[in-house]
């Protein structure tokens, strides 16, 4: 799929002031970050997994199928990315029992992403929240009360950390030829 797809990303949302802000810094700082492209097919085999996930959540993944959130996972449908030659965590291997068991997660909540410290980000059916489970507390620590929230908060801090020298630019888009900006 390659690459996430900005102008893709702006047609969709350019009503959603909260989405556009999103958008407008994942651009402004898309060395630090490889997310990847996705389509409606991307997100119908999301949807056909997790029938009751939230709409924002399910919208997003039509413009966003997973990758590197700066320091977090964003789960892939898929793993394999033949444009990019990268594999990527998926949706399905965070939500098998045995990874569920590891971290201690309690039912109804399904993993959307982890954490480079290896904690779990997690959505319920039926609810727009997401969820930071603390796998060593066995507790939720966060909430966010939308996907969108959530987003812009890992922004926030993604941008502390490369204001202090602590992010590195993905070296991927550091390659000649492969699109960094």
Known sequence: MGFFQYETAKEKYQD?????????????FDRYHCLRDSSLAQAGKAARWFPQAPVEYLGWL???NGGWLFDTALLSVDAWDPDLGLEFSTLEEANRAEAREGWGLPEGFRVIAVRSYGDPICLREGDARVYGWDSGEGRFTAVWDTFFS??????????????????????????PGMGGR
């Open 16 to 28: 959603v002031p909260e989405a556009v802000e999103i958008l407008r810094r994942l651009e402004e």
């Open 62 to 64: 039509t413009v966003c």
């Open 150 to 175: 959530f987003l812009l908060e890992e922004i926030q801090g993604a941008l502390e950390l490369i204001e202090q020298g602590a992010l590195e630019p993905f070296p991927l888009k550091d390659q």
